[in-house]
DNA sequence: CAACAGCTTTACGTTAACGTAAAGGTCAAA
DNA sequence: TTTGACCTTTACGTTAACGTAAAGCTGTTG
């Protein structure tokens, strides 16, 4: 079983975070934790929206879009202009993703390629250096 | 044909950055164009640096990242130590690239769920909401 | 009870990546 | 020749995302 709610040290450790930044992200309004008296209880779902920080963070999100893809998780009401705004939003991440897709991908042809560089330098230096052959 | 050398402005209008930016760049090492006097002459391998630049923006590399990533591009020399480091340093690009690509794909499926959620919420909605049936 | 471990708030400091003047050099067109 | 469109350097300002004290409450353990 998983704990069914955590402390900020918890979270900390466990996501090798600092305390710092968690409550960080309070203050930006990517969280809420409950509080038990003035400690803050942190339940699953911050730890959910966390994750989620810790991921856009990663493939360069700001905390203010990470903050807009925790949103589009919050149960919402029948608004409907309400929702079609969130799949406005949601278009515009997938193609920002697309984008960072196409990004990596060709970043990893030349990746491949400076590795072969290295390689045959490698390989040249390796058999006696018979240069300019 | 490309034209062998751009300004600055060229560049900025091109690439739709500043030249303030371009400056920047330069300061920070990741580029280093010709004179002719006073005026920065860019070649087209300046260009190419600057997509590059760019581009680990678009997946949140820092500029000493992309630093890293040009310098991927350089000729080296045979230096045998040098061309070990460097394909050190291919490799964990690789590895943060691959995990890039994980956090993206995991994205992707949430922005799935959260566009079916919205669907459902907008069809209930649409269909004189005859809602908890 | 004293000392610690862990929580809190408040507030100033720091780094990255530029933005935004200010002040001036250069060359061509009017 | 002066206006305009470029370019230059120098330098201070700004935003994001925390880091780093400082000062204090709170529970428990030797």
Known sequence: MQP????????????????????FYEEQGLLSPERRGQER?????????????????????????????????????DNQKQLNTMLGKIAERRAQLEQQMLDIQQMQIELDTAEERCHAALTRTLSGRPISA
């Open 41 to 77: 209880v942190y339940s699953a779902r911050d730890k959910v929206s966390l994750k989620l920080i810790l991921r856009g963070k990663r493939i360069g999100f700001s905390l203010a879009e990470c903050r807009e893809l925790i949103s589009l998780y919050d149960p919402m009401g």
């Open 4 to 23: 069914l709610t955590y402390s900020i040290s918890d979270l900390a450790r466990e996501l090798d975070i600092t305390t710092r930044a968690i409550r």
